[in-house]
């Protein structure tokens, strides 16, 4: 499971030639060209599922955040045109903010987090595919949005009855606005890996 998510894409549009989220909130572009910008995503996020289908299936889950609402679901359009023809890659680009998905004894929420409270994620996760949570033995919450680790280890926030919720760090720069605000962590992506029978059995940082 390969998760297109978090505000993968820091703008969702350009207004008067200044970058903007989804709702209009100028954004401190790093690359102000967006067309360089989905050139470089472009590349880089076919090249990452062509090495993952060159060991097995891929599936891509598409997941909008308060940044990039319409930006990611065009992107997904272009990755479902580029693997049309290619059976056991499978692109999951409904627009929707929540998706559910079950590997073997494992149930994955994922979400970007925006306008949910932390506490009630949990509850969501029960509500929004009630027959997977029963019959799944373990429950991973991905979201994004704060982009930083928690003190806790393997970036896990919060653990609740059995359910973990993991805040997924960012990739990204720093740009200037997060600089000013103090919101600086380290760089970085993590994967899971997960058995069928026994859940998240291993987790490794890149950077």
Not at 70 to 92: D, Q, S, W
Not at 137 to 145: A, M, N
Not at 155 to 179: F, N, Q, Y
Request: overall charge negative; some cysteine.
């Amino acid at each position: 499971m390969f998760p297109i998510a978090q505000d993968f894409f820091n703008s969702d549009r350009t207004v008067e030639g200044v970058s903007t989220t989804h709702k209009g909130t100028p954004q401190d572009e790093v690359t102000p060209v967006e067309l360089k910008t989905v050139k470089v995503v472009e590349k880089t996020i076919t090249d990452a599922i062509d090495k993952l289908a060159s060991i097995a299936s891929v599936d891509v889950i598409m997941t909008p955040g308060n940044h990039d609402l319409t930006k990611t679901v065009m992107f997904g359009c272009l990755l479902e045109a580029y693997y049309r023809n290619t059976p056991h890659v499978t692109i999951t680009n409904d627009g929707e903010k929540h998706h559910a998905y079950g590997y073997g004894q494992t149930y994955f929420f994922i979400t970007h987090g925006d306008g949910l409270h932390q506490q009630a994620m949990p509850l969501l996760m029960v509500q929004f595919a009630p027959e997977l949570f029963g019959k799944t033995k373990y429950h991973e919450i991905l979201s994004g949005h704060l982009h930083n680790k928690s003190q806790t280890k393997y970036g896990v926030m919060k653990e609740t009855m059995g359910i973990r919720h993991t805040v997924l760090p960012s990739l990204t720069m720093a740009d200037r606005w997060h600089k000013s605000k103090g919101y600086v962590s380290v760089s970085e992506s993590i994967c899971f890996i997960c058995d069928k029978e026994f859940g998240i059995v291993e987790t490794h940082s890149f950077r």
